[in-house]
């Protein structure tokens, strides 16, 4: 779904465009029509007269479905608010009025009448004040959660910066692996929430390498078994880090603790086999792996994209998830993941603007 003419898109415009086709594929065409203005008049107007009708044919034995009017003017007062719902409760007034409707009871007389009109009349002020009322606090909470879920994005996004002051080169890194893990979480079909959850993991997959030395780091030859435990060390430290930030980062945290299990259960930091491991945490060491073999370290050049797609083919069934890595060799054959060598240091492509893709949704619609 996603073409090499879209390659410097935000998340946010692709998560929004996946989020716009899958809102308009759930919508059928009835949907679309009840919420045209005239098509809603058209029903209301029908329920009244079918009201009427009900009351006529029943006769003054049956008056009591008088009161089926109060569901039309709730209706209304829904759609239209209080002018809606005035105006449907005086049009159901003049329909059950005793000009209209020969069965009417003689106790139903004109008097009883206009006081019948006044309350349909007063019901769908109401019902109209009630909804307009409720559709205010409505905004409030949405701007509210809009507050707050740009703020969620904005606390992951200064994580990332700090991990760039840190360490830019992890930080060109990690732009790269969120770039090419949205990818394959795409061709996977995962759904658009999870594509957005995929693509801050990318980001922050490595966060935790905060805590690690930069002497470490940025070390030009091969680390000892001793530093290599303390590297080992970040992926726990960054999924605890974002839990003890707040526990709505649960699933991007569980994708970076899990981005260095292997699929034959030798990884780390739990030993977790095959689809044990959460597909985050599977698509993200495919990537992951692939992205560090052909960038360049400290220590080694970067490696050739045929030698490391090799490699990720030897491996997969053993250290990686045999599907991630036929959707992963597949995308690069054709040309749309990023590697540094071929498409240089950054994507170009910045972060969401917020954190939670449900809100997005609602933007977009």
């Known amino acids: 779904m996603l073409t090499e003419c879209r390659a410097h898109r935000s998340p946010r415009e692709i998560v929004l465009r996946v989020l716009l086709r899958t809102a308009h594929s759930r919508r059928s065409p009835g949907h679309l029509m009840l ?7 058209g029903l209301l107007v029908a329920a009244v007269a079918a009201c009427a009708l009900l009351l006529q044919v029943s006769g003054p034995a049956n008056f009591v479905l008088v009161y089926n009017f109060y569901f039309v003017i709730l209706l209304a007062a829904y759609w239209y608010s209080v002018r809606g719902g005035a105006l449907v409760g005086a049009l159901a007034g003049v329909a059950a009025s005793p000009y209209l409707i020969t069965s009417t009871p ?32 409505r905004m409030k909470l949405e701007a509210n959660v809009t507050n707050l879920s740009r703020t969620y994005a904005r606390t992951l996004e200064a994580l990332t910066r700090l991990l760039e002051s840190h360490d830019e080169e992890t930080s060109g890194h990690c732009e790269r692996v969120a770039y090419n893990a949205l990818r394959v979480g795409e061709r996977m079909r995962l759904p658009p929430r999870d594509l957005e959850t995929l693509y801050w993991a990318g980001y922050l997959h490595d966060v935790g390498k905060l805590a690690t030395p930069a002497k470490i780091l940025l070390k030009a030859g091969p680390l000892t078994p001793e530093e290599y435990e303390v590297i080992k060390q970040h992926a726990a430290v960054g999924a605890d880090t974002l839990m003890n930030i707040n526990p709505e980062f649960y699933v991007i945290a569980e994708a970076i603790r899990s981005h260095h299990e292997r699929w034959d259960g030798r990884g780390y930091p739990r030993n977790l086999v095959g689809r044990q491991i959460p597909i985050f945490g599977r698509i993200l060491a495919v ?27 030897g491996a997969a069934g053993f250290q990686f998830d045999p599907d991630v890595v036929e959707v992963h060799l597949r995308l690069l054959g054709e040309g749309r993941l990023h590697t540094q060598r071929e498409n240089g240091e950054h994507t170009g492509m910045g972060l969401p603007e917020f954190f939670n893709p449900e809100l997005l949704e609602r933007v977009a619609s």
Do not use: H, N
């Open 35 to 41: 919420k045209s203005p005239a098509t809603r008049i």
């Open 106 to 137: 003689s106790e139903y007389g004109a008097g009883a009448w206009l006081v019948r009109m006044g309350y349909f009349v007063a019901i769908g002020l109401v019902s109209g004040l009630m909804r307009r009322k409720l559709a205010r606090r």
């Open 287 to 313: 990537v992951d792996a692939f992205e560090a073999m052909t960038s360049d370290r400290p220590y080694r050049a970067a490696m050739p994209i045929r030698e490391a797609s090799d490699i990720l083919m």
